[in-house]
């Protein structure tokens, strides 16, 4: 096995549910009270920007009421003390990984607390509504978004990300279900380099079958759990 230095950790979902976040398939997911097709698609938001903006208004209220748990906690170590290169890129919405302590992080799929202005194409620090349709601080005209990735948009940092793939010994990837593509197509990307690859979730994902190693559980037990051991050496 090839000496480990550079580090690729995905995260989802499954990383926020233990700091009350929803997860969105499976039992309580968010998708059960809301089809995605009527809140995350282009069209949607065309069709109805009221129900859409008022879905991300609510998200966006409630996160700033979560805390970090154990397990952003523990990436946010193995972040500041890993002496090789570490990309954590997470699928989350959520600013939990930051919040948490890491720095070493990549939105894949957007930020909520961040509105992006389709006329000037500006991005701003958004912590208040946008149903009321506020005006854009750089260009005044009320076409702010969530700076969110919708079905059928491109994720963001896919070169970087790709990149750091490239160079990665080891690939972690933490509640994750592997519904969802790109970021599901990543563990064999890595595998095919060359990297070790590792999951951590609460279940075997649809993917599972990957990787060289699962360890099941919840988030806030096997991620540092896991991260002890790494540093240790
Ligand atoms: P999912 O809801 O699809 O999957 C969450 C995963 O986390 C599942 O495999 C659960 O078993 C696992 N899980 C739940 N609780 C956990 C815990 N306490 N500890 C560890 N694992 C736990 O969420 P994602 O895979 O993140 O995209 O979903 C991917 C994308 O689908 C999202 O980013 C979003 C959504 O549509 C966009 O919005 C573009």
């Given at each position: 096995m090839?000496?480990?230095?550079?580090?690729?950790i995905?995260?989802?979902?499954?990383?926020?549910?233990?700091?009350?976040?929803?997860?969105?398939?499976?039992?309580?997911?968010?998708?059960?009270?809301?089809?995605?097709e009527?809140?995350?698609?282009?069209?949607?938001?065309?069709?109805?920007?009221?129900?859409?903006?008022?879905?991300?208004?609510?998200?966006?209220?409630?996160?700033?009421?979560?805390?970090?748990?154990?397990?952003?906690?523990?990436?946010?170590?193995?972040?500041?003390?890993?002496?090789?290169?570490?990309?954590?890129?997470?699928?989350?919405?959520?600013?939990?990984?930051?919040?948490?302590?890491?720095?070493?992080?990549?939105?894949?799929h957007?930020?909520?607390?961040?509105?992006?202005?389709?006329?000037?194409?500006?991005?701003?620090?958004?912590?208040?509504?946008?149903?009321?349709?506020?005006?854009?601080?750089?260009?005044?005209?009320?076409?702010?978004?969530?700076?969110?990735?919708?079905?059928?948009?491109?994720?963001?940092?896919?070169?970087?990300?790709?990149?750091?793939?490239?160079?990665?010994?080891?690939?972690?990837?933490?509640?994750?279900?592997?519904?969802?593509?790109?970021?599901?197509?990543?563990?064999?990307?890595?595998?095919?380099?060359?990297?070790?690859?590792?999951?951590?979730?609460?279940?075997?994902?649809?993917?599972?079958?990957?990787?060289?190693?699962s360890?099941?559980?919840?988030?806030?037990?096997?991620?540092?759990?896991?991260v002890?051991?790494?540093?240790?050496?």
């Amino acid at each position: 096995m090839r000496e480990i230095r550079n580090i690729v950790i995905l995260t989802g979902a499954g990383i926020s549910a233990e700091s009350g976040i929803d997860t969105f398939r499976g039992a309580g997911g968010l998708w059960e009270n809301h089809r995605v097709e009527d809140v995350a698609t282009p069209e949607a938001f065309a069709r109805d920007p009221q129900l859409v903006l008022r879905f991300y208004d609510m998200r966006r209220e409630a996160i700033q009421t979560k805390e970090p748990n154990a397990a952003h906690t523990a990436l946010a170590r193995l972040d500041a003390e890993w002496p090789g290169e570490l990309l954590i890129v997470t699928q989350n919405v959520d600013d939990l990984h930051e919040r948490g302590g890491a720095r070493r992080v990549l939105h894949m799929h957007g930020e909520h607390l961040k509105a992006w202005c389709t006329w000037c194409d500006s991005r701003h620090a958004w912590s208040g509504p946008l149903a009321d349709c506020p005006p854009c601080p750089k260009c005044e005209a009320r076409s702010l978004r969530p700076d969110v990735v919708w079905f059928g948009e491109v994720p963001y940092h896919m070169d970087r990300i790709y990149r750091a793939l490239r160079e990665a010994d080891l690939f972690v990837s933490i509640g994750t279900s592997g519904a969802v593509y790109p970021a599901a197509g990543f563990v064999q990307n890595a595998r095919e380099l060359g990297a070790r690859t590792l999951e951590l979730n609460l279940e075997p994902s649809q993917g599972s079958r990957l990787f060289h190693e699962s360890r099941l559980g919840p988030a806030s037990e096997v991620v540092p759990a896991w991260v002890d051991e790494l540093l240790a050496g």
